[in-house]
């Protein structure tokens, strides 16, 4: 049964830029699991980029105007939710190394504070999912961001395995970077698709039905180099599923 609203239940809710582009439907699929889990969203308008693309090329002073631009407008003291580990980690560790030993460090320890991935902050709520889906095995794939800092592989891996239905297969290579890094793809694209080649053979010998990622990123780089290769796993974000599996997709 879904939660009960009330204020003390608000919370921010970013949708990334990649999200705002191509993955509006798991933004929307995202915030429908946060409601059913008793939360009241609040969506601002004037959100943009996280800053990683500026942060990764070496542009720090302008990567601080957006950080102190997103400290301003989630300004309230309530949860910031994002549906990507790897934003996640930009806003809640590297904005710490953005302004270390600056004046606004003590503004963004607090504002890194409130910062959740959506898995972490389900899980906190004590979600618990009737899985009213057919039985179907399934492959996780680990974005770099998510695993080595903001650490948020294992609330999603737990929501999963929660799944009565769902069989997780873990790939072999699982910890290996799928060739994507944002602008590490565009700049080194042989590298790149020598990365999620590997990947996609790592994929296919799983025999599963889905990939699962909650990284849109990642998931654009793979889901593309299936495409090309003619492979009939079905590449789907974390958020789409679980909304598919409980029915309010």
């Not at 995202?30 to 004037?46: M, P, S």
């Not at 910890?175 to 590490?184: D, I, P, Q, R, V």
């Not at 654009?220 to 789409?240: E, F, R």
Request: one cysteine or more; proline letters at 3%.
């Amino acid at each position: 049964m879904p939660h009960k609203e009330n204020s003390a239940n608000r919370v921010y809710f970013f949708a990334t830029c990649i999200g705002a582009a191509a993955y509006s439907s798991t933004c929307l699929n995202a915030i429908k699991l946060l409601q059913n889990a008793g939360a009241q969203v609040v969506f601002k308008k004037d959100q943009t980029c996280c800053g990683q693309p500026s942060f990764n090329s070496g542009y720090y002073d302008e990567t601080r105007k957006i950080a102190l631009h997103n400290m301003e407008l989630f300004d309230e003291e309530i949860p910031i939710i994002l549906p990507s580990g790897s934003c996640a980690g930009m806003m809640r560790v590297d904005y710490l190394e953005l302004f270390e030993g600056s004046e606004h460090y003590e503004r963004a320890k607090r504002f890194c504070s409130r910062v959740y991935e959506l898995s972490e902050y389900l899980l906190a709520r004590g979600v618990a999912y009737e899985d009213k889906g057919a039985s179907t095995n399934v492959t996780w794939h680990s974005n770099c961001h998510a695993l080595r800092t903001a650490k948020c592989i294992e609330p999603a891996k737990t929501l999963l395995k929660g799944l009565k239905n769902v069989n997780l297969i873990e790939l072999e290579r699982e910890e290996e970077c799928c060739g994507f890094g944002g602008t590490f793809s565009v700049k080194e694209p042989e590298v790149s698709n020598a990365m999620v080649t590997r990947k996609v053979e790592d994929i296919q010998a799983r025999n599963v039905e889905y990939l699962l990622s909650a990284d849109a990123g990642c998931l654009l780089n793979i889901a593309g180099a299936m495409a090309k290769q003619g492979v009939s796993v079905k590449p789907m974000h974390l958020y789409d599923f679980l909304a598919q599996r409980i029915g309010i997709a």
